[in-house]
């Protein structure tokens, strides 16, 4: 029995838009009894770069970040015990990885170490619109054992800004990994 055990989350960032939705979700469980381990893909850290102006480094949350080129990392064993991994946000070209099996980096090997131990594997994955690939490599991802979900945002909870907006989809995130969340609003609270 794991009663007391804190959850160990992997939070994986490759190179697709929607990067406030990240630093949401990091903010998040910053708030939260859990131990948080980060990988970026070099294109993550490129679009980071461009879209919200830093490092990986620089977000909140993480305790130690793990080199996407690093196959001998925690991560690339199961012995490594995460409880589960997030990417977010997903590019179309590690969901195809992650769909097909094909580890060449990081964290493809992760996420296919996730699969192979059937723990929680949730890819935020973001392109618009999509095509035929990426519908058919979303449908293999899920029979695979992965959550697909997208970044969208509860609208029904009437966010003010982008940041509550992009806070209410990190609420979706922290219930599928069964956290707590102080303050995480929900339909017809007011009711
Ligand atoms: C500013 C910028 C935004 C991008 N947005 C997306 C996106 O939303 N979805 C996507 O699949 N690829 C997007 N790409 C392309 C990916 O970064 C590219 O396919 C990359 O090879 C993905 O590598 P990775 O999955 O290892 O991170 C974007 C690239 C740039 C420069």
């Given at each position: 029995m794991d009663i007391g055990k804190k959850k160990k989350i992997l939070v994986a960032?490759?190179?697709a838009s929607a990067m406030l939705y990240l630093q949401s979700f990091l903010e998040l469980l910053e708030g939260e009894d859990v131990i948080v381990h980060g990988i970026?893909?070099?294109a993550g850290e490129k679009v980071l770069e461009l879209e919200h102006h830093c490092l990986s480094r620089q977000l909140p949350g993480v305790s130690k970040w793990?080199?996407?080129?690093?196959?001998?990392?925690?991560?690339?064993?199961?012995?490594?015990?995460y409880?589960?991994?997030?990417?977010?946000?997903?590019?179309?070209?590690?969901?195809?990885?992650?769909?097909?099996?094909?580890?060449?980096?990081?964290?493809?090997?992760?996420a296919d170490v996730m699969l192979k131990e059937t723990k929680?594997?949730?890819?935020v994955v973001r392109e618009t619109p999509l095509n035929r690939t990426h519908l058919k490599?979303?449908?293999?991802?899920?029979d695979a054992g992965a959550v697909i979900c997208p970044p969208?945002?509860?609208l029904y909870l009437k966010p003010k800004s982008l940041e509550e907006a992009a806070q209410t989809f990190s609420w979706r995130l922290g219930d599928q990994l069964g956290l707590t969340m102080a303050?995480?609003?929900?339909?017809?609270d007011d009711k």
């Open positions: 960032v490759t190179g970026c893909s070099e793990f080199d996407s080129r690093d196959f001998a990392a925690p991560p690339a064993s199961g012995s490594a015990g409880d589960a991994m997030v990417v977010i946000p997903c590019s179309m070209g590690t969901l195809a990885s992650i769909a097909s099996g094909i580890t060449s980096n990081l964290i493809h090997r992760a929680k594997l949730i890819l490599n979303m449908l293999a991802a899920h969208h945002p509860g303050g995480r609003k929900r339909w017809g």
